[in-house]
């Protein structure tokens, strides 16, 4: 393979995973790799679901080194061959202790000479934790993707790092590894590599891939429009922050959180601010509360993270979304997608106590949310503002709809799902960004991070 298709083979990954990392949760490098060691034979899912609790009871190397074995196992158990992850857990964490002050040892050389540490657990925690390029992560997905790419004809997991090392520049180690586990994930997967719809197409051989080569070009990722920034927000919003409403609602928040759970968790609460730029806003869909229930609730309107359960009036939306514009419905709910391409997914309310819907309203946050509307209105390039039902669509009496788009129909809950089916909210939005001379939404682009 030559450096000009490594290089569009990094570009595209970087345009279908911007954030590539490791889907563990960890505080410490020292954390990370007790939960690398763990996700062997177990999925990152109950990995993660396992250290929720174990990182609490055992927040540090010196914690698990004195361990009880007998209780550390039960802990373990869902993750499987818990007798021997125990023993590589304690084994670790007395070598962390005894020979590296607690520390992770930033050197491979020390790194692989713990017991129980393997180079590929290694490669995680250096190129994940502290950004080392030490190595290539070489995991089975790895494994399996680079040698149906034809990036490496060796079989194991060594000798096929030493090829991407070849292949690949130093400096997009730390980056490679985590993506290309993404790939094999949820793309290039072990059973049904899914070739109609992956970004490489065009470059891959498939060697070994049963089934003819799809016809058509490959499924390239659009331009991501919006880069995480928070900056101009601020400063378009800046008189907001300090006025006595906006005061009041931070104090009443500070001691919701102190008394109850809310959600969504504090660093997601302004998630649809973060996730699209001021300048790249060219859609707001706008919603109401914040979902109420565990783990839904990330900030961004109708959207839940992938692994959650898609709530009733999001799987509407899927369903729509399917007979308006033919996408292919995702197998999650993150909706993260449209949000880089420049959809904001505004939330009337933006914060919730949990199980309690509507509990934070007329507390200050729809003030702010006007001031939002209101100063995107005042913008002078064209938005399409969606409303779906009463509620949205009183909010944006305020839009000015001589210089903007306004599309409303019914809400997409089951109780108004009848009128909302059919009302082609999707087509008719990039209709009208193209009426004023604005690329469309790739509706169909929902990659799960
Ligand atoms: S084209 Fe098919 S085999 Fe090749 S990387 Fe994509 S999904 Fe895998």
């Given at each position: 393979m030559s450096a000009d298709q490594i290089g569009t083979i990094i570009e595209r990954l970087k345009a279908r995973w911007p954030q590539a990392t490791y889907e563990l949760d960890w505080q410490t490098p020292e954390q990370m790799l007790v939960a690398t060691s763990l996700a062997a034979q177990c999925t990152d899912e109950r990995v993660r679901a396992v250290t929720k609790t174990l990182f609490v009871k055992y927040p540090d190397p010196k914690s698990f080194a004195e361990a009880d074995p007998a209780e550390l196992e039960e802990e373990l158990k869902?993750?499987?061959?818990y007798r021997q992850k125990t023993k590589a857990v304690l084994s670790i964490n007395k070598a962390l202790v005894s020979k590296h002050g607690g520390k992770i040892p930033r050197d491979m050389a020390k790194m692989v000479k713990i017991s129980g540490v393997a180079r590929k657990t290694a490669n995680v925690v250096l190129n994940c934790c502290f950004n080392d390029p030490t190595g290539v992560i070489v995991d089975t997905h790895v494994h399996r993707v680079s040698q149906r790419m034809g990036l490496s004809k060796q079989s194991t997991p060594e000798a096929i790092e030493q090829d991407l090392m070849a292949l690949v520049p130093q400096d997009e180690w730390t980056f490679f590894g985590p993506a290309m586990v993404l790939h094999g994930r949820y793309t290039c997967t072990a059973k049904n590599p899914d070739c109609a719809d992956c970004v490489y197409l065009d470059l891959?051989?498939?060697?070994?891939?049963?089934?003819p080569r799809p016809e058509g070009p490959p499924r390239l990722p659009p331009p991501v429009t919006s880069e995480p920034d928070l900056d101009a927000w601020v400063q378009a919003l800046g008189p907001e922050f300090d006025k006595p409403y906006f005061k009041k609602l931070m104090a009443f928040i500070d001691q919701e959180r102190a008394e109850h759970q809310v959600f969504p968790p504090e660093d997601e609460v302004f998630s649809a601010f973060s996730m699209t730029a001021f300048d790249a806003v060219k859609v707001v869909i706008l919603g109401q509360d914040p979902y109420h229930d565990d783990d839904q609730a990330h900030g961004l309107s109708f959207s839940v993270k992938p692994g959650v359960k898609v709530p009733p009036s999001l799987a509407n939306m899927v369903k729509e979304l399917k007979t308006d514009v033919g996408a292919t419905a995702p197998k999650h709910g993150f909706l993260g997608g449209w949000a880089s391409q420049g959809?904001?997914?505004?939330?009337?309310?933006?914060t919730v106590r949990a199980h309690s819907a509507n509990s934070h309203k007329d507390q200050g946050w729809e003030t702010f949310t006007d001031a939002v509307i209101q100063t995107l209105n005042n913008r002078a390039e064209h938005i399409v503002f969606v409303l779906w039902g009463g509620y949205a669509q009183k909010k944006g009496q305020i839009i000015d709809r001589t210089r903007h788009s306004v599309i409303e129909c019914a809400h997409p809950s089951p109780l108004s799902a009848k009128k909302f089916f059919g009302s082609k909210p999707f087509s008719q939005t990039n209709e009208a960004l193209q009426s004023h001379g604005q690329s469309p939404i790739d509706w169909s682009h929902l990659p799960d991070r």
């Amino acid at each position: 393979m030559s450096a000009d298709q490594i290089g569009t083979i990094i570009e595209r990954l970087k345009a279908r995973w911007p954030q590539a990392t490791y889907e563990l949760d960890w505080q410490t490098p020292e954390q990370m790799l007790v939960a690398t060691s763990l996700a062997a034979q177990c999925t990152d899912e109950r990995v993660r679901a396992v250290t929720k609790t174990l990182f609490v009871k055992y927040p540090d190397p010196k914690s698990f080194a004195e361990a009880d074995p007998a209780e550390l196992e039960e802990e373990l158990k869902p993750t499987g061959f818990y007798r021997q992850k125990t023993k590589a857990v304690l084994s670790i964490n007395k070598a962390l202790v005894s020979k590296h002050g607690g520390k992770i040892p930033r050197d491979m050389a020390k790194m692989v000479k713990i017991s129980g540490v393997a180079r590929k657990t290694a490669n995680v925690v250096l190129n994940c934790c502290f950004n080392d390029p030490t190595g290539v992560i070489v995991d089975t997905h790895v494994h399996r993707v680079s040698q149906r790419m034809g990036l490496s004809k060796q079989s194991t997991p060594e000798a096929i790092e030493q090829d991407l090392m070849a292949l690949v520049p130093q400096d997009e180690w730390t980056f490679f590894g985590p993506a290309m586990v993404l790939h094999g994930r949820y793309t290039c997967t072990a059973k049904n590599p899914d070739c109609a719809d992956c970004v490489y197409l065009d470059l891959c051989p498939r060697v070994e891939v049963d089934g003819p080569r799809p016809e058509g070009p490959p499924r390239l990722p659009p331009p991501v429009t919006s880069e995480p920034d928070l900056d101009a927000w601020v400063q378009a919003l800046g008189p907001e922050f300090d006025k006595p409403y906006f005061k009041k609602l931070m104090a009443f928040i500070d001691q919701e959180r102190a008394e109850h759970q809310v959600f969504p968790p504090e660093d997601e609460v302004f998630s649809a601010f973060s996730m699209t730029a001021f300048d790249a806003v060219k859609v707001v869909i706008l919603g109401q509360d914040p979902y109420h229930d565990d783990d839904q609730a990330h900030g961004l309107s109708f959207s839940v993270k992938p692994g959650v359960k898609v709530p009733p009036s999001l799987a509407n939306m899927v369903k729509e979304l399917k007979t308006d514009v033919g996408a292919t419905a995702p197998k999650h709910g993150f909706l993260g997608g449209w949000a880089s391409q420049g959809v904001l997914m505004l939330n009337a309310v933006l914060t919730v106590r949990a199980h309690s819907a509507n509990s934070h309203k007329d507390q200050g946050w729809e003030t702010f949310t006007d001031a939002v509307i209101q100063t995107l209105n005042n913008r002078a390039e064209h938005i399409v503002f969606v409303l779906w039902g009463g509620y949205a669509q009183k909010k944006g009496q305020i839009i000015d709809r001589t210089r903007h788009s306004v599309i409303e129909c019914a809400h997409p809950s089951p109780l108004s799902a009848k009128k909302f089916f059919g009302s082609k909210p999707f087509s008719q939005t990039n209709e009208a960004l193209q009426s004023h001379g604005q690329s469309p939404i790739d509706w169909s682009h929902l990659p799960d991070r």
